[in-house]
């Protein structure tokens, strides 16, 4: 299998996007491109070819060898906590928690005056910590991971968090950058599921030396 393709026909259409995929990162990045490594580029090649938006190339950010240490939270199968459900739907992996629909997380937003996304992630601490978070959409879940980690003590292997949106995305963001955790983000306001999915469903197939 080649990004989930299985037939003769899936596999060639797979390969030649992946070729134009590359190609169009080398045109965009120019000599850049030498500034990330050989993994570091084959998780931007995968958000690229999921968007089918090129300008990710120069958006995607990586601190503190996040994918050496997804790799290593994969291998020891520990949680991924998820901001919502269709990011759990997305990714191929068998430990993942969201609490977005507990009960409990609607009780806490309603007490506390605070989004349901946020008070997920006050839910999923012990999760957490140790664990992968993964927020494609909701920068209030991204706030209150960082939140976590500054007042509580929180320490997550990996933080994936490319929330999008054109209120409070970016400032999420630039909060996570403030903070000395692995992560991988996005500047500005792009963002979302299908990038939050590829970036983790890319640590889990290089975990297993799959994904070429």
Do not use: Q
């Amino acid at each position: 299998m080649f990004m989930g393709a299985i037939s003769r026909d899936g596999l060639d259409i797979a390969r030649r996007s992946r070729e134009i995929v590359r190609e169009k990162i080398r045109k965009v990045l120019g000599k850049d491109i030498d500034k990330y490594s050989e993994w570091e580029m084959k998780i931007i090649e995968r958000v690229v070819h999921a968007t089918a938006d090129v300008e990710y190339a120069k958006l995607i950010r990586f601190k503190n060898h996040p994918i050496e240490k997804g790799i290593e939270g994969v291998k020891s199968n520990c949680p991924m906590v998820v901001d919502v459900e269709m990011v759990k739907v997305g990714i191929r992996y068998n430990n993942i928690v969201s609490f977005i629909n507990d009960k409990k997380v609607y009780e806490i937003a309603k007490e506390e005056g605070i989004t349901r996304a946020a008070a997920a992630m006050r839910i999923a601490k012990s999760y957490i910590h140790g664990g992968i978070v993964i927020v494609g959409n909701a920068p209030t879940a991204l706030f209150e991971v960082v939140r976590l980690i500054e007042e509580e003590e929180v320490e997550p292997r990996l933080v994936i968090g490319v929330p999008v949106g054109f209120v409070k995305a970016s400032e999420s963001k630039k909060l996570l950058h403030s903070i000395d955790v692995p992560f991988i983000t996005t500047e500005g306001p792009k963002g979302g599921t299908p990038v939050a999915v590829s970036i983790a469903n890319g640590i889990v197939e290089l975990s297993r030396g799959k994904m070429v």
